[in-house]
């Protein structure tokens, strides 16, 4: 059993590149995109991948109308915290298959953007007790943990070789958001208020998820978890990631 009281580590700080794989556009908000916004301030270079555009996640909204309406929020939202590379990858939302193809294509964008930290969602099969996570999510997570090592063998996925895309065994660490487990944070008092404003740009899903003012929500479900990490964090409100080396 995690102590719950443990000290989790600052987050290591000597890399510049990161690429963050989800599966649905507002995974990176809920929790991570306070972070973003201070490694972007410190001149670090983030590239978020979406495996979905999150055509399904609406239920008034119908899968043709919402793709390219979650798209621009998306884009939007990364905007807010100094993201300027957004990628689809166009697995169909809601029933995104865990297996080889994703597999090689989060590879194949490992080894285009080289970066030395990804990032990825909660890939265990409950958010923490009986709170069960969603197929989308665990089949990304893991295959974004499995990736991180297809993308630096040069025998997983050659046909990637033949495409321009050589091996890249750069990366050092994958950080998981939205664990119940985590070992490491990051100081989030100076993109706090930019990740609100980051996870608002997802106006219409947020709309339809809550009775409350958007903006009052998403400040308070962002403020509420950062200052749940505190006090494992110096008393400084955290984002939390599980992280694991390689």
Do not use: K
Request: aromatic letters at 8%; a negative charge.
């Amino acid at each position: 059993m995690t102590d719950s009281t443990q000290q989790l580590e600052p987050m290591p700080a000597d890399w510049r590149r990161a690429l963050a794989v989800v599966a649905h556009p507002d995974d990176l908000e809920y929790g991570c995109s306070a972070a973003v916004a201070a490694w972007t301030d410190e001149g670090r270079e983030v590239t978020y991948l979406l495996a979905t555009r999150g055509e399904a996640g609406i239920d008034t909204i119908d899968p043709a109308t919402a793709a390219p309406l979650r798209e621009r929020e998306q884009r939007a939202s990364a905007a807010v915290v100094g993201v300027s590379e957004v990628v689809f990858l166009d697995h169909q939302d809601g029933v995104i298959e865990e297996g080889i193809a994703l597999r090689r294509d989060i590879a194949a964008a490992i080894r285009r953007y080289r970066p030395e930290l990804v990032i990825t969602l909660n890939h265990r099969d409950t958010w923490g007790g009986r709170a069960w996570n969603t197929p989308d999510h665990r089949a990304v997570g893991r295959a974004t943990l499995d990736a991180a090592g297809d993308a630096g063998n040069r025998w997983i996925f050659p046909e990637l070789a033949e495409q321009g895309l050589q091996p890249w065994d750069g990366v050092r660490w994958v950080a998981v958001a939205g664990t119940t487990t985590p070992t490491h944070a990051v100081d989030a008092t100076a993109g706090l208020e930019r990740s609100v404003q980051s996870l608002l740009e997802h106006r219409s899903y947020i709309e339809v998820l809550t009775d409350e003012d958007p903006e009052a929500y998403c400040r308070s479900f962002l403020t509420d978890h950062a200052q749940q990490t505190a006090a494992r964090f110096g008393g400084r409100p955290a984002v939390p990631f599980e992280v694991f080396g390689r």
